[in-house]
Structure formats: C-alpha cells, structure tokens
C-alpha cells in the first residue's frame, strides 16, 4: 500500500521524539518507552505522598502531586486503606504498582502521551480506560473520569484494589498448578480475566506473562517493607 512505509516510520520516530522531549524537560534518567506496555495489560490507573498524610488532589484542582521523582511507596497510607476496602492483599497492590512504574508517571506526560497513542494506560497503577469503566461501576468513584487517573494517585490505586477484587471472585475454588491466588490476581491484572482463569487450570504460562510474575515476585519483599512502613 503506498505511504505503508512512511507511516510505519512515523509511530516510530513520535514516541521516541516525546519522551525525548519528556526528558529534557523534566530530566529524568532512564525513563523507558510508554509504548511497551506489557501485552494484554489491564494497567495496565495532582495528588499528595502517603508518607505526608495528604490527600491526593483530583484532576482540574490545579495541584499537582508529583513533583519530579516518582516511588510506589510514598502511597503506602492509600494502599493499605484501598486493599482494606476492597479485601485484598495490599502487599499484591503495592507489589503491581512497582511492576507498573516501568514508564513515567509524570501526569502531563501521560496526558501529552495519550494524544499519540489514545488506547494508553493511565494513572500509577496503567490501567486502560474499559478496564476502568468496567471496574467504577457501583463504587463512589462511579463518576469520576478515566482521564482522572493521571492526576489522582489515591484514585488509580481505589481502581486498582477494586480490580484485584473483582479477579478474586472469578477465580474457581478448586485450581491446578502451583501458582498462589495473589500470583494469578496479577496475572489477571496484567493480562485480563480469561486468562487469569486458564492459568488458574493449568495452562502453562506464556514468555510475556512469565515476565510479569517474575517482576512480581522480584517486588514482593519490596512492596511489603513499603505498606510496612
């Protein structure tokens, strides 16, 4: 097809060229490509640190809550609050969100990143927008926008916990293999629930997946001296 080429080259050089432009702004080392988000990603979600006690700021409020440098564990307080309101593990929910900080979390990055690429995940916690949709319904943050995840980490991690959720009740009471309940919620979170169901029943783990879990696994002890705290 003529222009194929041409285009091809164009998704190319436009990701690269806006993180270029991220890091010179903002002078962060080592960000790594939005774009390379994990295949089948739900994730794959201004506000305050956790360490300080305050509360995140919701999106249109003019604050900001990052300020240049981003760490899961400054939201410890949040994640121990949203994991007990949703009942799951908030070890698994800080452990995720250390698998998720792969990309820059800055909200204005986010929010110039998803004029490139409209099918991004948002938020702390990278979660897509028909995860999200799907996740909000009946809980207080029903009517909050997806596109508010950039700036309300307190939020991205409610959605997240709600998710984690909503995985453990489709998982089946009698299960093969040696996976534990908290390693197939990620799984689940990281690749969607039909899969998450499939590996509950033996199916053998794919590269991509195996991956996941083992960053999972290589945050546990990390993400439980950080809700510790």
Known sequence: MAGGRSSRLWWIVLPVAALLLWGVTHGQKGATDASSTPSGSASGHGGGSGAGGASPSPSGTGGSWYTGS???????AQVRQRAKEAGVD????MAILYNEDYKPHDPAFE??????????AL???NMHEATYDQVKQGHSFADRPWTSLPDDPDLAIEAEAWCLHDLATDLPAQRT???????????????????????AHGVTVGPQAQQYLD???????KAGKAIAI
Do not use: C, H
């Open 70 to 76: 981003y760490d899961p564990s400054q939201f410890a």
């Open 215 to 221: 960053t999972l696994n290589s945050n546990w002890a």
């Open 123 to 125: 938020g702390i916690a």
């Open 90 to 93: 908030p070890q698994l929910v």
């Open 177 to 199: 293999g040696s996976l534990t309940e908290d390693q197939l919620l990620a799984l689940g979170y990281n690749t969607g629930p039909g899969n998450m169901l499939a590996f």
């Open 111 to 120: 929010r110039a990143w998803l004029k490139i690429k409209p099918t991004a």
